[in-house]
């Protein structure tokens, strides 16, 4: 988006401000380390492309999966797939910093049809035991 605002509106000066992301934001909400020693994090902003998530997956100790929560249930049989065990931590968050604010955490294992979210702004962090 800012390239975007950049490329159409020169005229607009525009400043990043860092802050603190929304991935350990979520992981500190929830009480999960994205990452611990020698662990591998890999962070999938879209899951389109399901074949590359799970292949990803395979040799990732954590997977945090931004935004697009219409994909998540999809995602829960491919980590399975992938080796993530049934007691691998599995949170969910979607709305976050609102008033509709809904937090989730479990095991993947404990994770059945109708859990997951399908709005759009959610986020997800699976991490192997």
Same mark, same amino acid.
């Given at each position: 988006?800012?390239? !975007?605002? #950049?490329?159409?509106?020169?005229?607009? $000066?525009?400043? =990043?401000?860092?802050? %603190?992301?929304?991935? +350990?934001?979520?992981?500190?909400?929830?009480?999960?380390? %994205?990452?611990?020693?020698?662990? $591998?994090?890999?962070?999938?902003?879209?899951?389109?492309?399901?074949?590359?998530?799970? #292949? %990803?997956?395979?040799?990732?100790?954590?997977?945090?999966?931004?935004?697009?929560? /219409?994909?998540? !249930?999809? =995602?829960?049989?491919?980590? /399975? #797939?992938?080796? +993530?065990? !049934?007691?691998?931590?599995?949170?969910?968050?979607?709305?976050?910093?609102?008033?509709?604010?809904?937090? /989730?955490? *479990?095991? *993947?294992? #404990? =994770?059945? !049809?109708?859990?997951?979210?399908?709005?759009?702004?959610?986020? *997800? =962090?699976? $991490? /192997?035991?």
């Amino acid at each position: 988006m800012h390239k !975007d605002i #950049e490329l159409n509106h020169p005229e607009i $000066k525009i400043s =990043v401000i860092p802050g %603190i992301v929304s991935m +350990f934001t979520f992981a500190a909400k929830v009480g999960v380390s %994205i990452a611990e020693g020698a662990e $591998k994090v890999a962070i999938i902003p879209s899951c389109y492309d399901l074949s590359t998530v799970k #292949e %990803i997956a395979k040799h990732s100790e954590t997977m945090v999966f931004l935004k697009d929560g /219409r994909y998540f !249930d999809k =995602v829960i049989d491919l980590l /399975r #797939e992938a080796g +993530f065990p !049934d007691n691998s931590i599995f949170a969910i968050g979607q709305d976050l910093g609102t008033e509709n604010e809904i937090i /989730r955490k *479990l095991t *993947l294992g #404990e =994770v059945n !049809d109708g859990t997951l979210t399908t709005k759009y702004f959610s986020i *997800l =962090v699976v $991490k /192997r035991v």
